[in-house]
Structures are given as structure tokens and as C-alpha cells.
């Protein structure tokens, strides 16, 4: 339970300037990212060239038009909570990652508390979800607990994952301070050499690259996953090394959680209930309920449906919404749809999860008000290319006169056949 935790004043849990530059350079990509016409300009999150290490969007840099800058700096400040001391448009001068961070730093010494974290908006509205700083230091520390329950140490984390998100900010920022490590960013495409004790934190994509990578290094290697189910057949192969998969990691921890709880469960083989983590009980009503620093309980709302194995462990039985998991994000498909239905020549559209695609996915089926129209499929498709953020990307669009439908009239899924690809 928490009241087993650090104290947090001997917890070592102050951001240095070092962890704001790191969120600033995160979240200013994902937002230049998500902007049409400007992610194709960006370049990887994290450039080989330390000269070009954080992002610029000056005149001299991505040259962002007026609305593009509000937007950017809105995210800033509303991340660090800089409207609790009227520092919001201190962020509207900046032009660069640093200087966010500068500005972050005056505004946490003025007065600004906790961390506002947001959703993708591709679920419906995008909603704005502020932690409290010692709830989050908590959530490390028993994250931290649960690794030193293993036999295997943990001597240094490698993070994928974007620090500007809950579990990036948790998993890449706070647990080395709960743990006392050092931490590294690094991508999945230019993975360091990793060495035993490291903890490598990812997103399931990128946990499916790997698998297929052929990797090797050294044992023993832990790895943790969240914000999307993971694969059972891709877990078990990153950790028994069958075929082509990585043969150093010994352990693969699935968190289970969101934006809105942060991290509430964990479990460590695919087929095994979700564990509670430290500070989480189930209330009498069949709820999770969280401890706070203060004593209180306060209910977390679950987006999936559970039945309870135990006093703390539970398996899913599927989500409450509608929504998919891509890249880490929550999407909608019908929110897609809509965005799609917008278009002129779209009359009519239908989107689903393309389950058949190696990594999750997007597909469409659209009807055209001219049908057949090659002018307008190709303009649809670029116009889809440029406005959709890219975890709503559509992996293939198919084109036809009504929308498929099975013998009771009701709709139905389509093969992937001569689709233009996108």
C-alpha cells in the first residue's frame, strides 16, 4: 500500500531543467506532428544531430504561421498548469523547445502545481486531464515497489515513449527517481546497446517491431508496455526468443490504465488476471478506488468492462466505448468517419480497425458522389494524408457504390483487395 512508499520529501522528486527540456522537446513534436503539411517537415523526435536537438519554429526554423505558434504554446502552457499564476502568455514569445522549458520553470516557481495531460481528441472532444504532482510521485514509487518485488534488478531505463504523456512522464521521468537510476531516450529504430538491469519502456507497436527485429544483447532485460493491449502471441515470443524474436528480454510488464487513472494494474505474462498495483483496492461496488497521498479514496473510472478473479486481480472482457487502439492512442472510428464524411465528394463512409494489417491500423471503405471518380479518390487520398493526425492514418482506402453489407442488410467487415494503399 502506499503508506509504504518514500516519503516524498526524501523521494528526490524534483524536476530538474533537464526533464522539462525533455518533456518541451516531446510535447512541441507531437503537437507540430498532428498539425496537416507540417509533420512531413519535422524530421524523428529525436535527431542524430545534437545541434538540431530542440525543436525550433521560429522564422529561421519551421517558420509556424500565428495560429500554429497559439496552438503550440496553449499546449505548453496548459501542460504545466501556467494559468494557475497568469503565466499563460509568457509561452506565446517562445519559439523553441527550450525556451518552453525556461518558461515552465518560472511559472513552477511562481506557484503553478501538477501537470495537465491530454487525450489525442480523436476519441471526440479532446479533454485535458490534470494529475497532482504527489499522485504521480506515488504511482512511481509503486511502480518502483512492484520492480523490487523481482529477483531481477534494475540498474538503468531506456524509454521510447514521449514524456509529455502519462505514461512517458511516469515511466521516463518519475520511476528513475523513485528507482535512483539514470534514464535514456532512445527510438526504436536507433536502439543503444542495452546492457542487463535495463528496463526498456515502450508501446506495443513498437514492442511488434522489435519482435520481428532479430535483435540480440544481453540478459537479463525487462521491458514495459501500456496504452494499448498487447498481442498475446507477441508477448510470448519476446520472451521466449522463438524464431526471429529478441533473445535478451526476460520479462515484459503490461500496465493497464489511462490518461485519466494513470496506471492502475500490472500483469507480467498474457494469459495471467491484472495485479493491482500498490495504492489500488476494489471497492465494495466492484470498483478500483486510489489512496491518495491525504488518505482519501477516490474511484477510478474504468474504460473496459472486468470481471474480478480475486480481491485484486481482475481479466478484461472488452471496453465501454467504441474506441481502437493505434499507435498508443485512442481512436474513434466513427470520429474518423466523420472527419472523412466532411469531405465534398465523400457521400457516405464506414471505418474499422484493419485486424488484418501487421501492425493496427485504420482502413476505410468510402462511397464517392461521382463513383468511380479517379480524380476525387486521388484527392480524398491527399487530403486524408495531410489532415488526419497520423495515429488516424488510414492504411488503405477502398472505393465501391454502397457500403458492404452481409445478407441481413446489416453492416459488414471487406477483404483487403486492390485497395489503394495509402
Known amino acids: 500500500m502506499l503508506s509504504h512508499l518514500p516519503d516524498l520529501s526524501v523521494a528526490g522528486s524534483k524536476l530538474s531543467a533537464n526533464d522539462l527540456l525533455r518533456v518541451c ?20 523526435r529525436l535527431p542524430c ?42 509561452f506565446l514569445a517562445k519559439r523553441n523547445a527550450q525556451d518552453w522549458a525556461e518558461a515552465m520553470q518560472r511559472a513552477r516557481s511562481a506557484g503553478a502545481r501538477g501537470f495537465t495531460f491530454s487525450t489525442s481528441g480523436s476519441t471526440g472532444k479532446r479533454q485535458h486531464i490534470r494529475h497532482a504532482h504527489d ?28 514524456c509529455h504523456h502519462i505514461y512517458g512522464f511516469i515511466w521516463g521521468v ?4 523513485a528507482l535512483g537510476v539514470p534514464v535514456i531516450d532512445a527510438s526504436h529504430e536507433a536502439l543503444p546497446e542495452l546492457l542487463a538491469g535495463d528496463l526498456l519502456v515502450g508501446v506495443p507497436d513498437q514492442w511488434q517491431w522489435l519482435a520481428g527485429s532479430g535483435r540480440a544483447g544481453a540478459a537479463p532485460v525487462q521491458g514495459v508496455t501500456s496504452t494499448a493491449p498487447m498481442s498475446g502471441p507477441v508477448h510470448q515470443r519476446l520472451i521466449t526468443a522463438e524464431g526471429a524474436a529478441l533473445t535478451w528480454l526476460s520479462r515484459l510488464i503490461q500496465i493497464y490504465g489511462s490518461t485519466q487513472t494513470g496506471g492502475i494494474a500490472w500483469r507480467d505474462h498474457p494469459d495471467t488476471p491484472y495485479t493491482l498495483a500498490p495504492g489500488r483496492s476494489r471497492s465494495a461496488g466492484g470498483e478500483v478506488e486510489l489512496l491518495l497521498p491525504g488518505g482519501a479514496l477516490v474511484p477510478l473510472g474504468l474504460q473496459d468492462e472486468v470481471r ?8 478484461l472482457l472488452g471496453r465501454t466505448d467504441s474506441c481502437v487502439q493505434v499507435g498508443g492512442h485512442n481512436v474513434s472510428p466513427a470520429w474518423v468517419r466523420e472527419q472523412l464524411l466532411a469531405y465534398p465528394a465523400v457521400e457516405d463512409a464506414s471505418v474499422r480497425l484493419d485486424t488484418a494489417a501487421p501492425l493496427p491500423r485504420l482502413k476505410a471503405f468510402v462511397v464517392l458522389k461521382t463513383p468511380s471518380n479517379r480524380s476525387q479518390q486521388a484527392g480524398l487520398q491527399e487530403w486524408a494524408l495531410e489532415n488526419l493526425p497520423w495515429y488516424a492514418a ?16 446489416k453492416p459488414s467487415d471487406w477483404p483487403v483487395q486492390n485497395w489503394n494503399l495509402l
Open 25 to 44: 522537446r516531446d510535447l512541441a513534436w507531437s503537437e507540430m506532428a498532428a498539425m496537416p503539411g507540417i509533420r512531413y517537415r519535422l524530421g524523428p
Open 49 to 90: 544531430s545534437q545541434a538540431s536537438k530542440w525543436p525550433d519554429w521560429s522564422s529561421g526554423g519551421l517558420a509556424l504561421d500565428s495560429l500554429a505558434c497559439m496552438q503550440l504554446a496553449t499546449a505548453a502552457a496548459v501542460w504545466c498548469n501556467a494559468q494557475d499564476v497568469g503565466f499563460e502568455d509568457l
Open 135 to 162: 499522485s504521480l510521485i506515488y504511482e512511481a514509487h509503486s511502480w518502483a515497489q512492484v520492480l523490487r518485488a523481482s529477483a531481477l534488478p534494475v540498474s538503468r531505463i531506456v524509454t521510447l515513449v514521449p
Open 174 to 177: 518519475l520511476v528513475p527517481k
Open 308 to 315: 474480478w478473479t480475486g480481491t485484486n486481480q481482475f481479466e
Open 394 to 409: 488510414l492504411s488503405s482506402i477502398c472505393y465501391g457504390a454502397e457500403l458492404p453489407c452481409n445478407v441481413m442488410g
